[in-house]
C-alpha cells in the first residue's frame, strides 16, 4: 500500500478514534492528514508519469505546497494549466473534469488543514473530518478515473503529463 493510501486510511481512523466525544486533536490530526495524503498521492504518481525510477524520491520531495495551490487556483479559476504547461490543456476533454475536482480538493483540503493546524480558534466535529475524509476518498477516485482517460487517449496522456510537470516543476521551467 502506498503512503498516500496509509494517510488516508489513517485520517479516516483518527476520524473515529473516540466514539463518544472526539477530542479536537484526532479531528484536527485527521483533516490536516486528508490533505497530506492527497498531497503524496499527487507527488509519487506525477514522479512516476514523468521521471525513471532512480530519481522520483527527489522529484516528489520538489512537489512544494504553494506551486500545487498555485496551479489548482489556476485550474479552477482560469479553467487550464499555469503557463508553459498550458498548451497541452483541452478543456473539453475527458480528463479535465476530473483534474478540476482534484484541483478543488486540493484548495478545499489544504485551507482545513491551515485551519486545523494553525488556527487555535477553530473547532471541528466528526462529521467535519468524515466529510474531509470522504472529500479525499473522491478525489482519490477523480485521480484514478484521470489516470485510466490518459491511458485510453494519447491527448488524454499529454494533458496529464503536462499536469504533472505543472505540479513538480511549476515556474522552474520556464
Not at 483541452?90 to 478540476?100: K, P
Not at 487555535?120 to 482519490?140: C, I, K, M, N, Q
Amino acid at each position: 500500500m502506498s503512503l498516500a493510501q496509509d494517510l488516508l486510511l489513517l485520517a479516516g481512523h483518527l476520524a473515529r478514534r473516540e466514539p463518544r466525544r472526539p477530542k479536537q486533536a484526532s479531528l484536527r490530526r485527521a483533516l490536516s492528514t486528508c490533505y497530506y495524503a492527497l498531497f503524496w498521492l499527487l507527488a509519487q504518481d506525477c514522479a512516476r508519469l514523468l521521471l525513471p525510477r532512480h530519481v522520483r524520491d527527489a522529484a516528489q520531495r520538489m512537489l512544494d505546497h504553494a506551486a500545487l495551490r498555485r496551479a489548482a487556483q489556476h485550474i479552477v479559476q482560469q479553467q487550464k494549466l499555469p503557463a508553459p504547461w498550458d498548451e497541452a490543456w483541452n478543456a473539453q476533454g475527458a480528463i479535465a473534469g476530473h483534474l478540476r475536482f482534484v484541483a478543488e480538493a486540493v484548495l478545499r483540503l489544504q485551507d482545513l488543514r491551515h485551519r486545523a493546524d494553525y488556527d487555535p480558534g477553530a473547532w471541528f466535529t466528526r462529521s467535519d473530518a468524515l466529510r474531509a475524509v470522504e472529500h479525499t476518498e473522491d478525489a482519490f477516485a477523480a485521480w484514478r478515473q484521470a489516470r485510466a482517460a490518459a491511458e485510453a487517449d494519447a491527448k488524454e496522456m499529454r494533458v496529464l503529463h503536462a499536469f504533472a510537470g505543472a505540479l513538480l516543476f511549476g515556474r522552474r521551467a520556464r
